[in-house]
T-cell receptor, first 114, second 115 residues
Framework: DQQVKQNSPSLSVQEGRISILNCDYT??????FLWYKKYPAEGPTFLIS?????DKNEDGRFTVFLNKSAKHLSLHIVPSQPGDSAVYFC?????????????FGKGTKLSVKP | DAMVIQNPRYQVTQFGKPVTLSCSQT?????MYWYQQKSSQAPKLLFH???????NEADTPDNFQSRRPNTSFCFLDIRSPGLGDAAMYLC??????????????FGAGSRLTVL
């Protein structure tokens, strides 16, 4: 049973517009959440994270929002650029992120069209 | 650049023929992980080492073993690969320890094909 769900396998956005990638989780013990980005033929790379004590974290064009009551987080990319085209994985961890073991979603493939 | 290197990038084996995938890191991270990712699926943790302590996930088949002879290297051994073991195998590292230290650094992966 999936504990981290990314229900949209793909998303297409025009360059310059906002990309919103969504993620839902079921385990209330998760308290640290991360987004990874993966290009073809490369391993996933860390993008941004948020702990459960926050509801928003921002890093440049990337913002992650966490709604604990809804067990939902989202990644906003503004403005979207063609180089953002990649697969984005949502991941969650318990134990304050101090050990084990990230649980990943299946990923959302983002295509940003020029 | 400090990084995580996986070899080989592509491995083809025959049904039942043992395979070893390797991972090395120059980050001096305490924790090394092996994930299995099948097509269009989420990466799934097989096991991890925290220093020399081995932690196996409950649903990892016995067919999968791992060795970590030193801080820098970790190996994934598949004793008798089946067709269902064809996947991308991702090695990752993390510092471990304190809060927020669970950011993983991944290698580029080893894609296993079983004939």
């Amino acid at each position: 049973d999936q504990q981290v769900k990314q229900n949209s396998p793909s998303l297409s956005v025009q360059e310059g517009r906002i990309s919103i990638l969504n993620c839902d989780y079921t385990n209330s013990m998760f308290d640290y959440f991360l987004w990874y980005k993966k290009y073809p033929a490369e391993g996933p790379t860390f993008l941004i994270s948020i702990s459960s004590i926050k509801d928003k974290n921002e890093d440049g064009r990337f913002t992650v929002f966490l709604n604990k009551s809804a067990k939902h987080l989202s990644l906003h990319i503004v403005p979207s650029q063609p180089g953002d085209s990649a697969v984005y994985f949502c991941a969650a961890s318990g134990y304050g992120g101090s050990q084990g073991n990230l649980i990943f979603g299946k990923g959302t493939k983002l295509s940003v069209k020029p | 650049d400090a990084m995580v290197i996986q070899n080989p990038r592509y491995q083809v084996t025959q049904f039942g023929k043992p395979v070893t995938l390797s991972c090395s890191q120059t980050l001096n991270h305490n924790v090394m992980y092996w994930y299995q990712q099948k097509s269009s699926q989420a990466p799934k943790l097989l096991f991890h080492y925290y220093d020399k302590d081995f932690n196996n996930e409950a649903d990892t088949p016995d067919n999968f073993q791992s060795r970590r002879p030193n801080t820098s290297f970790c190996f994934l051994d598949i004793r008798s690969p089946g067709l269902g073991d064809a996947a991308m195998y991702l090695c990752a590292t993390s510092r471990g320890g304190s809060f927020g230290a669970n950011v993983l650094t991944f290698g580029a992966g080893s894609r296993l094909t079983v004939l």
